[in-house]
């Protein structure tokens, strides 16, 4: 309790500065023992603190009772009151309007909504007002088992700042109403409080894609070679889309891939070549409305488009017209490299999903929720409900990893693992944002062959927060898929944790 409590001070005191009077509320179990520890903290360093309590001080036991003793022995010019019928609604009111920050304590995990009495009527009153407002642990009222996106139970809060380890509430939910220092998202951050790694067990098999990001932190050797990190081949495009094969490809160099090759219909090949000179390119012969012809795997053709490539990625941009179907199905059959299936080359298994076999083999897709549907002949409505669960039995079945995009993109593996991502916002709905995504994947797949996982993992991670730091550089209405792309550097060189010890899990700490 006075580790969960220091942190949340620290963080109320770093990134609301300007807070001097800071109102926190506080229930009589052990969250709001969280908070009169953040309270005490938060008035030592000189805030004019007040407490609200939900319950009379008797109520208030064991860990709790502690806490609130030693808030009172420690800063007894601190504020502290109980919120009595017949004066609660005046004592809100009066602790709201006086305050510039607002602390969350109310309850937290182990909560089961709806909230009542007196709580639910704070919550009414927080969420008409415009205070920023911290959430310890979470926000009060909302359920830490949910999978659910929002909560008309809960409390709004701006940030949250929870322990040990995220929930699954923290994952799935969009927790906070508002946002910190204009970023298209307010932070849900972690705070290491000494608890056992044996008390860590995820019972669901669960974890969070940002973990992974650490394959990628470590420098490279001074004696490196473009041979080391992989050569990708990007096998699509079509005419009227040579766009989407030059976007997958640019993202793969910028990802890291040590060479780039992008195999395209001839009558675009001129066009892809420009999106950087780096870029290798192949023609190929071209068919109907100027797709990609069947006549690329006869004779030993195939064979001189994969020599020394590491991964293929297939399909941006690629058409359902003419041979495209039949030549994307036909490439992933007859290469055993590690391969990327992304867009129409997944729309070509269209009623044909049996084909699609990992056995032995590394092979990634990443459809949209469209494009699961149509794979697995659903609606979009059936896949989203239940994305986990249709995710983890398609890419067991399958013996393949499955990357279901979509808000908390879900990365599902062959040994029936699953990792939800936590990074991205709406500014990323816009065309080409997959093609980027299939690049990254392929670029990290060619550098961390024996880490297929968390190369996966890690890909879907700086995507979305490569698009965080575009959206937070930009207006998300403005926001163009290769900006993401630009802001690729930024994502591989922020770290999840800070100098306090918080695990970032949403929003970007900037300070």
Request: hydrophobic share 45%; proline share 4%.
């Amino acid at each position: 309790m006075e580790r969960a409590g220091a942190a949340v001070a620290r963080f109320c005191l770093k990134h609301y500065e300007n807070a001097g009077r800071v109102t926190v509320l506080c229930g009589k179990g052990n969250n709001g023992g969280d908070g009169l520890v953040a309270a005490r903290h938060m008035g030592r360093r000189g805030r004019s603190v007040r407490v609200l309590l939900t319950g009379e001080e008797g109520d208030f036991k064991g860990e709790a009772a502690g806490a609130l003793g030693r808030l009172r022995n420690e800063v007894p010019e601190l504020v502290v009151e109980e919120l009595r019928p017949e004066t609660a609604d005046r004592q809100m009111n009066e602790a709201l309007e006086w305050a510039e920050l607002i602390v969350d304590a109310v309850v937290g995990t182990g909560f089961k909504p709806p909230l009542r009495g007196v709580a639910a009527t704070l919550r009414d009153k927080v969420a008409v007002g415009r205070l920023p407002v911290v959430a310890v642990d979470l926000p009060s009222g909302w359920d830490a088992d949910s999978m659910k996106q929002s909560s008309e139970w809960a409390f709004r809060a701006d940030a949250v700042v929870t322990f040990t380890a995220p929930k699954t509430a923290h994952v799935f939910g969009h927790l906070t109403g508002g946002a910190l220092d204009g970023g298209t998202f307010g932070p849900v951050v972690v705070a290491d409080i000494g608890s056992p790694a044996e008390a860590v067990v995820s019972a669901t098999g669960r974890r969070w894609t940002g973990s992974a990001k650490r394959v990628a932190e470590s420098p490279r050797k001074v004696n490196s070679n473009k041979g080391e990190f992989g050569h990708v081949l990007l096998v699509g495009g079509s005419y009227g889309k040579a766009g989407a094969a030059g976007m997958a490809s640019l993202a793969a160099l910028r990802t890291g891939a040590g060479l780039v090759t992008a195999a395209v219909p001839k009558s675009i090949v001129n066009t892809v070549a420009r999106v950087a000179p780096e870029l290798m390119v192949v023609p190929l012969a071209e068919g109907e409305e100027g797709a990609i012809s069947f006549k690329n795997l006869e004779g030993v053709k195939l064979d001189r488009l994969l020599k020394k490539i590491s991964v293929v990625a297939v399909g941006p941009g690629l058409s359902t017209d003419g041979d495209a179907p039949a030549f994307a199905r036909q490439m992933v059959e007859k290469t055993t490299l590690p391969v990327v299936i992304d867009a129409d080359a997944l729309n070509a298994f269209e009623g044909r999903e049996k084909l699609l076999d990992g056995s032995g083999r590394v092979m990634v897709l990443t459809p949209h929720p469209g494009e699961m549907a149509r794979l697995v002949g659903m609606t979009v409505k059936q896949v989203e409900a239940d994305r986990v669960g249709l995710a983890q039995r398609f890419a067991t079945q399958h013996k393949l990893t499955l990357v279901l995009k979509g808000w908390r993109t879900v990365v599902a593996h062959p040994d029936g693992t699953i990792a939800i991502n936590t990074s991205g916002n709406p500014a990323m709905a816009k065309g080409g944002s997959g093609d980027i995504l299939t690049g990254i994947v392929a670029a990290m797949l060619a550098q961390y062959p024996d880490e297929v996982a968390k190369a996966v993992e890690a890909a879907v991670y700086l995507h979305g927060l490569a698009g965080d730091f575009a959206a937070h550089a930009a207006d998300e209405h403005t926001v163009l898929a290769t900006d993401t792309v630009t802001h690729l550097s930024d994502a591989f060189r922020y770290r999840t944790m800070d100098a306090d010890g918080l695990t970032w899990i949403c929003g970007l700490n900037d300070r």
